[in-house]
C-alpha cells in the first residue's frame, strides 16, 4: 500500500486517523499472510498456543479472572517477534477471551457451562 492510499486514509473519518495505526494495520497484513503461508491459516497458528482446546478456567469471582497469561505472554511474543504490532500480552488475552479460546465465564454464569462444552 502505498504513500497516496496512506493518505487517504488518513482523511477517511470513518476510521481511526493515525499514521502509526494505519501503518501498523498495514504491517499486520503482511504479517498475517506469512503466517497464513507458514501454518496453512491463522486459526492453526492460534491455537497452537492453547494446545488446540479452549483453556476452561472455574473462577468464582471477578478479581479472580487475570488479564494476561503464561499463553497470552507467549503468543504475544511471538506475534511480536513476527512482526506484527499493537498486540500486547493484555490484548492478546482479551482477544483469547473473546474468540472462545479462553472460557473466562465465572461458573456462576449461564455461559460457563455452555462455553465449557465448545470445540
Known amino acids: 500500500m502505498g504513500d497516496k492510499k496512506v493518505a487517504t486514509l488518513l482523511a ?13 494495520t498495514i504491517g499486520n ?3 498475517y499472510l506469512a503466517v497464513q503461508k507458514e501454518f496453512g491459516s ?8 492453547v494446545g488446540g482446546k479452549p483453556i476452561k478456567n472455574a473462577f ?3 478479581e479472580d479472572v487475570p ?12 506475534l511480536l517477534k513476527r512482526g506484527f504490532k499493537f498486540v500486547g500480552s493484555t490484548i492478546m488475552y482479551a482477544f483469547m477471551q473473546a474468540t472462545g479460546m479462553v472460557n473466562d ?6 455461559r460457563h457451562k455452555v462455553c465449557a462444552k465448545l470445540r
Open 12 to 24: 477517511d473519518a470513518g476510521i481511526v486517523r493515525n499514521r502509526l495505526k494505519i501503518a501498523s
Open 29 to 31: 497484513a503482511k504479517a
Open 42 to 49: 491463522l486459526d492453526a497458528y492460534l491455537w497452537s498456543f
Open 60 to 62: 468464582r469471582k471477578m
Open 67 to 78: 488479564v494476561k497469561t503464561v499463553e497470552s505472554d507467549a503468543l504475544s511474543k511471538d
Open 105 to 110: 465465564h465465572l461458573v456462576t454464569c449461564p
